[in-house]
């Protein structure tokens, strides 16, 4: 027996079909942004602590150049400058030009002993000289 | 092999460490073993960490990784901190960007191994990279070498292990101790009445002549540096390790030997490098820093400095017999 048309429910007219449609397409869009962002958040997050935890991590940043701020020629002793400047190469002649306005630091220098060696004409106990 | 005294009076024990000779003093012989942990576990330490010669080290991982940023241990970072510090305090004469120069000059094995006479001619010796090219963040621990550049912190780490063996072994025992690694002397705790007596010589390994030089320190650290040993020859001509990292060549001749007096073994050993490379300009900087140096030109002409006392004539080193150092027990 066929059913009766009373039994079939109303076709929806084209208005609410496309209304629908529409409605969907924006959640699967607000959900593909969602996924989107939080990948993007949880990758830069676990992305810095590998940087930290993993030794030559090519994505760490460099650590910068040891500096110096008075830069005096490679022979000559600290306090002894004779006024000759050692060209650095590459960027860091670019960031020692940039410090010229500084204050220069103070120069570190060895620490002298509390006192001088004595004499003695007692018996060694050891022996200082080169290896 | 360790040599040893059977007595309990033993005060000093003396054994082959880096390529070269380690030894301990204590003022109580009840604190020797105890010390002698402590340094045995410094020496392997630094070895571990700071040999160029061996392929597991740390510093052999850095050097072959030249040109990459790495993070380097805690114990690295001291090693490479004290050779940043000379560096600085020298104002680069002594660099341990030497290390591709020292290796072209042919000493790229363990200086026992080293062939004594090598035909093939030097090659042309290059300026070190230099120090300052070193990118190193002490916070994070991150290094980048120069590409191509290779480190040598062989002088500054043996002295760096004497500092903190010495340091350490008192912390530990409470006693004087005195660290000698093949001439590089460093003092902790109270020192024997009348101080540490100590003989000066060319090379710490051969017997001190009867009545050579002998000083005494009560404190601080004694490290001496000098051309005549750790010498080889290439292409006809003698090389010693010292390098100028301006030139890449040794440093010339100029002082047979210098000894100097500093707060810290690291200091020391960087002032008698220092020295060594300075030649003729070594007694001012010297005096611009206020440090105690003995000086022995190539033709044996002693200078002294900074109240470095007139040469005494003491009797030859006690030679292991097991005298406590305030004197024979």
Redesign the interface.
């Known amino acids: 027996m066929s059913p009766s048309p009373d039994e079939f429910r109303p076709t929806p007219g084209p208005a609410f079909s496309a209304h629908a449609r529409d409605r969907g397409l924006r959640r699967s869009r607000r959900t593909t942004v969602w996924i989107a962002a939080t990948a993007a958040a949880g990758a830069a997050a676990l992305g810095g602590v590998y940087t ?1 935890l993993i ?4 994505a ?1 940043p ?7 701020p008075a ?11 004779d006024g000759g400047r050692e060209k ?2 590459g960027h ?1 002649a670019d960031e020692e030009d940039g410090e010229q306005g500084a204050a220069p630091a103070a120069q ?24 | 092999m360790t040599t040893r005294t059977p007595d309990r009076f033993r005060c000093q024990v003396v054994f082959p460490a880096l390529g070269t000779t380690a030894a301990m003093l204590v003022t109580d012989p009840v604190a020797l073993p105890a010390a002698e942990a402590v340094l045995r576990a410094e020496l392997a330490a630094v070895d571990r960490g700071c040999s160029r010669f061996r392929p597991d080290s740390e510093l052999t991982r850095v050097n072959v990784g030249a040109g990459v940023t790495t993070t380097v241990s805690a114990y690295f970072a001291e090693a490479l901190q004290a050779a940043l510090r000379a560096a600085r305090l020298t104002g680069g004469v002594v660099d341990p960007t030497v290390g591709s120069a020292v290796i072209a000059l042919g000493y790229d094995r363990t200086f026992a191994s080293l062939a004594p006479e090598d035909a093939r001619p030097v090659p042309v010796s290059r300026p070190a990279s230099g120090w300052r090219r070193i990118a190193y963040d002490p916070r994070t621990r991150r290094l980048r070498l120069p590409p191509g550049t290779r480190l040598d912190l062989g002088a500054t780490a043996k002295a760096l292990a004497a500092d903190r063996a010495a340091r350490q072994a008192a912390a530990v025992t409470g006693c004087g101790v005195l660290v000698n690694l093949g001439g590089d002397l460093a003092t902790a705790g109270p020192a024997p009445q009348g101080g540490w007596r100590i003989a000066l010589a060319d090379d710490h390994a051969q017997p001190a002549p009867q009545g050579g030089p002998a000083v005494t320190v009560t404190g601080g650290a004694l490290a001496t540096s000098g051309i005549r040993v750790r010498t080889w020859r290439r292409g006809g001509r003698v090389l010693h390790h010292i390098v100028d990292p301006a030139t890449g060549e040794p440093a010339a001749p100029v002082w047979r030997t210098v000894t100097v007096a500093a707060a810290t073994c690291v200091d020391a050993n960087a002032a008698g490098t220092a020295a060594i490379v300075l030649g003729a300009r070594a007694p001012d900087w010297l005096r611009a820093n206020a440090l105690p140096a003995r000086l022995t030109g190539l033709d044996g002409t002693v200078l002294r400095l900074g109240g470095w006392p007139a040469d005494s004539h003491a009797p030859a080193p006690a030679d292991l017999r097991g005298t406590a150092p305030g004197g024979p027990r």
């Open positions: 930290h030794p030559g991590g090519p760490a460099a650590p910068a150049p040891v500096h110096q830069t005096s020629h490679a022979a000559t002793p600290a306090g002894k400058d650095p190469n860091e570190p220098a060895p620490q002298p002993p509390a006192q001088p060696p004595a004499a003695t004409q007692q018996q060694p106990q050891t022996t200082t000289g080169a290896s």
